[in-house]
């Protein structure tokens, strides 16, 4: 008999006892194979647990961590967190839907985008339990009788208060030190992201030379051109002594040249830290491939000390290069965007402690802190520095002591920044056993950096609390948000601490900070149901193969009469529910807003262009086109309209073209040709017309591309046109866009009602869609009330004439300058704002907030400093990309509203946002 299947049995039982016995011992935790064994409760269920497999014990089992663990990420981690399918893969982690807008968690003035990632991390947020934490303000100034005169963030509360009040000309800077969670920039870029939204952008900030590994997201960093830089660290056995600040790393060449490139777009600033040294090395400077400045790196004396070179970028630059030559060591560059905004410059080394960073040159660690002229400097360490201290490789004595010194070299080099330390994360460590526990310490370095940050005068954020206090990181792991070393987050776990630390950044401003324009501005589509229900039902049939139209036309101010907004909506509409036709195109001159929708416009001879906005109304009566607009030509002139220019061609499709003109006693009867055929005239009325009456004559075509031309005859009258549709005859949608610069709801109201709602009724609309308020917002002496009930009047009005449902738009945020230059908003905004979701519920309206879905207060600001501009420096109308995400915003809202009452259930209010 073999004796080594008994032998076998023996090992293993001595084995568990051995384990179950030094579990049991009073031992250091370190030593103890289970600790959980002596953890309160029965001992029985823990064994039980440990025996047997957890599907045998109907416990779905965590994804199993790594063989081993690190003090800090490896390039391989980093990689991992950035290439996880779990971030994307919409089965990995819990199930995601939309949560609603709190009021005062730090949503507000988020774009229509941004909002709905943050309601998507909202709902993310109440699955896994993490939780929203205020910040410790603490006290940075202290009055002679103790009470407090300056809390710990007041310098960078004030320096964002006053770019939003645009009494601010420089950038305000934040500079963020941390470890590896900072390194790959998903925490951090979330925060930056939205201080940038919010309060403009400064631009991208500090850079390093080249990446800082070799795996992982490629990010924060120019690209080097040659593979011979040097690098060295704060982090490495042999760090760079007495030659590094605060950037934590040095790239240096004493060999062949070394060059790197960055991208620059939208940037008018950058600047080179560098190392003066007493030895000869230059670097050139090149924007764009051409030579415009070179450096010298050779220090004026005997000492090596942090130095700092701006660069000079041009308009328009696209791309900035720098090659070293001779003995040069480089720190990295900052590039930004030389206007009023948020910059926020991140340094994360792998393995970063506040024991690393005290590892920096003193004098260069306050040269270059000072040098960036920081609002608010963040401290993020401490995960490594609790795991030292559960290998006892530390202890919480010299990592107090390492906090104290590191917040003492932040305030001493900037004393009028405001400073900010953070906890560290929970974290978790596979035992001997292979079983996962939360690791210790994690919370006693948190109180000791709570501490710190109260004695030294900065404010203080609890991540540990937000994350979901000890033991979250075990369920962020079940649920795909931790990478298996139970250290690391994945990308969406690191969004999801990015969003918790801006909502807390943001409610922290908005205790000192109150709204500009008071009331609400609430985001998404309000009161959808039951205001849209037949409409919603009309597409929902559309899109199940029935073959009917669905008819929407939009009234409204410049928004509208510039085409941008609604060939967007027009576009995304009809590749989902068919293109029945262009439309409604009003009268008028030639138009290259007109040109993307394959539609031009000619007037040839002597046109007298005119509106309802300009042109009194008894000049020639009060009968206008749908837009408000009217051309009258002379004897000999001649006008055109043509559709679909260019359009891929269908001989075989139906249609008609309809032409809108004014008939008046005395009056030509113009002559109208339709793709080219002279059209008969028509027989006069029977009895002579006593005043001016609207006609509308509809001729039948064939084909995609049509056009038509109205000639004024010679020795008779005048004629006049109001405009021309297209529409064919297949099922689809018809998006009218009838806007008249300047108008107001007033401006409609005064217009002659008959003939509004005989035009109105010929377009067919299902749905009308009122977009006043912006110039309503610059009237001085708004009356509110009259606003209220002339405009639900007016509403209510062609909805009786058309049947139609109705849907009012929202002004955009509207600012104009003082005699300083100041922006301020429009002198009625406010009143606007708070009346017309009043009018939207007096009309049983649906309401949608343009404004908020552009982010709300200072949003017009914010737009017109984007690196692409989203708004004209008028402080009123948008860029056609502007008027592009705005569009996407609105139909996102728009379908989700759709899709949610197909379902069955009540539209969510809240922004789905745009692409």
């Known amino acids: 008999m073999s004796l080594k299947p008994t032998s076998t049995g023996w090992t293993l039982a001595f084995t568990v006892l051995l384990a179950v016995g030094l579990s049991l011992a009073p031992l250091p935790e370190k030593f103890r194979p289970l600790p959980s064994l002596r953890q309160e409760g029965s001992l029985g269920p823990k064994l039980v647990a440990l025996a047997l497999p957890a599907s045998l014990r109907g416990v779905k089992a965590p994804r199993p961590p790594a063989d081993t663990l690190a003090p800090d990420a490896p390039p391989s981690a ?24 709190v009021p005062g968690i730090g949503l507000e003035e988020l774009s229509a985008p941004t909002l709905a990632g943050a309601l998507e991390l909202e709902a993310l947020r109440e699955r896994m339990g993490a939780k929203h934490v205020d910040i410790e303000l603490n006290c940075r100034k202290a009055r002679a009788d103790g009470t407090c005169d300056e809390d710990g963030l007041a310098p960078f509360m004030k320096a964002l208060g006053d770019l939003r009040s645009d009494a601010r000309r420089t950038p305000v800077r934040v500079v963020h030190l941390g470890d590896s969670l900072i390194a790959s920039d998903y925490i951090t870029d979330v925060v930056r992201d939205r201080l940038q939204e919010r309060f403009g952008s400064g631009g991208p900030g500090f850079l390093y030379i080249h990446r800082l590994a070799s795996a992982g997201r490629a990010t924060r960093s120019g690209t080097a051109s040659t593979d011979g830089w040097k690098m060295e660290r704060l982090v490495d056995t042999h760090w ?9 790393v040095a790239f240096s060449t004493s060999g062949p040249a070394q060059g790197t490139r960055y991208s620059v777009e939208g940037a008018r600033e950058a600047e080179l830290f560098f190392l003066a040294q007493p030895a000869n090395g230059a670097v050139q400077v090149a924007v764009d491939g051409k030579n415009t400045q070179r450096i010298q790196t050779r220090a004026f004396g005997s000492k090596a000390e942090a130095a700092f070179a701006r660069l000079k970028l041009p308009e328009g630059a ?25 910059v926020y410059d991140t340094v994360g080394l792998l393995g ?18 000072k040098h960036r002229k920081p609002s608010l400097v963040v401290l993020m360490v401490g995960g490594n520095e609790a795991f030292f201290l559960s290998r006892e490789r530390t202890t919480i004595e010299e990592v107090r002591s390492q906090m104290k010194e590191l917040v003492s070299r932040v305030r001493t080099a900037v004393p009028d920044a405001a400073c900010l330390v953070m906890s560290p994360i929970d974290a978790g460590v596979r035992t001997m056993s292979g079983e996962l526990v939360t690791r210790r310490h994690s919370a006693e370095v948190a109180e000791v950096f709570r501490e710190e940050a109260r004695t030294g005068g900065c404010a203080f954020y609890d991540t540990l609390a937000a994350m979901g206090g000890e033991g979250s990181a075990l369920k962020w792991l079940e649920s795909g948000l931790m990478l298996e070393d139970l250290v690391h987050p994945r990308v969406r776990g690191s969004n999801l601490l990015g969003h918790l630390f801006d909502l807390a950044l943001q409610r922290a401003f908005a205790r000192t900070h109150p709204p500009r324009v008071p009331g609400t501005d609430m985001s998404g589509l309000q009161n959808a149901t039951p205001a849209l229900r037949r409409t919603f039902e009309s597409l929902a049939r559309r899109e199940s193969g029935a073959k009917l139209r669905v008819g929407i036309a939009q009234l409204g101010a410049s928004h509208t009469a510039a085409h941008y907004f609604s060939d967007k909506v027009r576009d995304a509409l009809t590749k989902r529910f068919g293109d029945a036709g262009r439309g409604f195109i009003a009268a008028g001159k030639p138009s290259t807003r007109l040109e993307a929708a394959h539609v031009t416009r000619t007037l040839d001879g002597e046109w007298t262009v005119e509106d309802a906005k300009s042109t009194p109304a008894s000049s020639a009566g009060s009968i206008w086109g749908l837009t408000g607009i009217r051309a009258v030509g002379a004897p000999g002139a001649s006008l055109g309209i043509s559709f679909c220019d260019g359009c891929a061609e269908d001989k075989n499709r139906q249609g008609r073209l309809d032409l809108y003109a004014l008939d008046a006693s005395g009056a030509a009867a113009p002559d109208i040709i339709v793709d080219g055929e002279a059209i008969p005239p028509e027989a006069p009325p029977p009895e002579p017309l006593t005043q001016p009456t609207v006609r509308i004559r509809s001729f039948p075509v064939t084909g995609v591309a049509h056009s038509v031309q109205v000639k004024v005859p010679e020795g008779g009258g005048s004629a006049t046109v109001l405009g021309a549709s297209l529409e064919y005859d297949t099922p689809g949608l018809v998006y009218d866009a009838l806007g008249l610069p300047g108008a107001t709801a007033f401006t409609a109201r005064d217009m002659d009602a008959p003939a509004m709602d005989a035009q109105l009724t010929a377009r067919r609309p299902d749905l009308l869609v009122f977009w006043y308020g912006t110039n309503e917002a610059e009237l001085p002496e708004l009356d509110a009330n009259g606003l209220r009930q002339d405009y639900a009047a007016l509403i209510a009005r062609m909805r009786k004439a058309t049947g139609a449902e109705c849907l009012l738009i929202g002004p955009t945020d509207r600012l104009a300058q003082d005699a300083e230059g100041r922006w301020n908003e429009a002198p009625s905004l406010a009143k606007v704002l708070n009346t017309l979701p009043q009018v939207a519920k007096d009309a049983g309206c649906a309401y949608w907030s343009a404004r908020a879905a552009m982010g709300g207060e200072r949003s017009m600001q914010r737009w017109q400093r984007q690196p692409v501009p989203l708004a004209h420096t008028d402080g009123v109308h948008l860029t056609s990309q502007g008027y592009a995400v705005l569009a996407n915003a609105f139909v996102k809202d728009l379908m989700a509203a759709y899709e949610s009452t197909k379902k069955g259930g009540e539209p969510t209010a809240s922004a789905a946002g745009a692409p």
Request: hydrophobic share 35%; glycine share 12%; charged share 20%.
């Open 78 to 101: 980093l990689a991992e967190a950035d290439t996880a399918v779990n971030d994307t893969d919409p089965k990995a982690g819990p199930q995601v839907g939309e949560a609603p807008a």
């Open 240 to 248: 760079p002594k007495d030659r590094v600040g605060w950037t934590g």
């Open 318 to 342: 696209k791309t900035l290069t720098l090659t070293a030559t001779g003995k040069t060591e480089l720190h990295g560059v900052s590039v930004e965007s030389g206007t009023p905004g948020v």
């Open 352 to 369: 970063g402690m506040a024991e690393v960073y005290l590892r920096a040159q003193p004098q260069a660690f306050r040269a270059q802190l």
